[in-house]
C-alpha cells in the first residue's frame, strides 16, 4: 500500500536556524514526490517536487528536498528559517493517476 | 497571486440553501479538483473530473453535486448541508494523465461554514 508519514506534527526552530521537516514514504513502484506549503487562509502551493534523475531537488523560497531510496525518505531542508516560513508543510506521493497521497502536516514555528 | 481562482471566499449557509462554489482556471489544465479540508487536517480528495467528464467520486454524500461546464470551469452545488460539512473547500487543477507526475495548483479556497 502507499502512504507517506511526516514525522512530527509539529516542529519549532528559531529565525536564521536549520528548518528540517521529515517525510518517509511507502511506494510499491518508483514514487513521484511533492512538497506543498500552506500559509492561513490560503491553498496549498508547490514548494518542489521529485520526479527521476536527481535526488536533490531545489524548490521556491530556498527550500530543498532530497530523495534517498535506500531510507524511503525526502526530507525538506532549509538552511536559514525566516518569520515568514511559518506555515503548514505537506510531503505528498503521486499515486500515478488522480489521487495524491498526503502526510498529516508539519506546523513549522519561526521564533524571533 | 493564484492562477485557480475560486468564489466566493467566504460562504455561510443554512442548512435548507442551496448555493454554489465556483472554480476558474485559464492554465489549460485538463483535470480539475475538489477537495475538503477541515482545519489542521489535510486535504480529503472529493471528485475529479478529466477532460470535462467525472473521473473520481469518493463516495461523496449527494448533498455536494459537481459540475463541469467547460474545460476552464468547475462547479459544485451544495443542498440540505449538515455542521460537519463546514470546512475550506479547496480546488485544483493540473494536466491529467498516468503517472505523467505533474503537479497539482489549488486555488485559495472557500470557507464555508453551515448554521
Known amino acids: 500500500a502507499q502512504s507517506v508519514t511526516q514525522l512530527g506534527s509539529h516542529v519549532s526552530v528559531s529565525e536564521g536556524a536549520l528548518v528540517l521537516l521529515r517525510c518517509n514514504y511507502s511506494s510499491s513502484v518508483p514514487p513521484y514526490l511533492f512538497w506543498y506549503v500552506q500559509y492561513p487562509n490560503q491553498g496549498l502551493q508547490l514548494l518542489l517536487k521529485y520526479t527521476t534523475g536527481a535526488t536533490l531537488v531545489k524548490g521556491i523560497n530556498g527550500f530543498e528536498a532530497e530523495f534517498k531510496k535506500s531510507e524511503t525518505s525526502f526530507h525538506l531542508t532549509k538552511p536559514s528559517a525566516h518569520m515568514s516560513d511559518a506555515a503548514e508543510y505537506f510531503c505528498a506521493l503521486d499515486t500515478g493517476g488522480f489521487k495524491t497521497i498526503f502526510g498529516a502536516g508539519t506546523r513549522l514555528f519561526v521564533k524571533a | 497571486d493564484t492562477e485557480v481562482t475560486q468564489t466566493p471566499k467566504h460562504l455561510v449557509m443554512g442548512m435548507t440553501n442551496k448555493k454554489s462554489l465556483k472554480c476558474e482556471q485559464h492554465m489549460g489544465h485538463r483535470a480539475m479538483y475538489w477537495y475538503k479540508q477541515k482545519a489542521k487536517k489535510p486535504p480529503e480528495l472529493m471528485f475529479v473530473?478529466?477532460?470535462?467528464?467525472?473521473?473520481i467520486n469518493e463516495s461523496v454524500p449527494s448533498r455536494f453535486s459537481p459540475e463541469c461546464p467547460n474545460s476552464s470551469l468547475l462547479n459544485l452545488h451544495l443542498h440540505a448541508l449538515q455542521p460537519e460539512d463546514s470546512a475550506l473547500y479547496l480546488c485544483a487543477s493540473s494536466q491529467p494523465g498516468q503517472g505523467n507526475n505533474q503537479p497539482q495548483h489549488f486555488g485559495d479556497g472557500t470557507r464555508l461554514s453551515i448554521l
Open positions: 473530473y478529466s477532460y470535462e467528464k467525472l473521473s
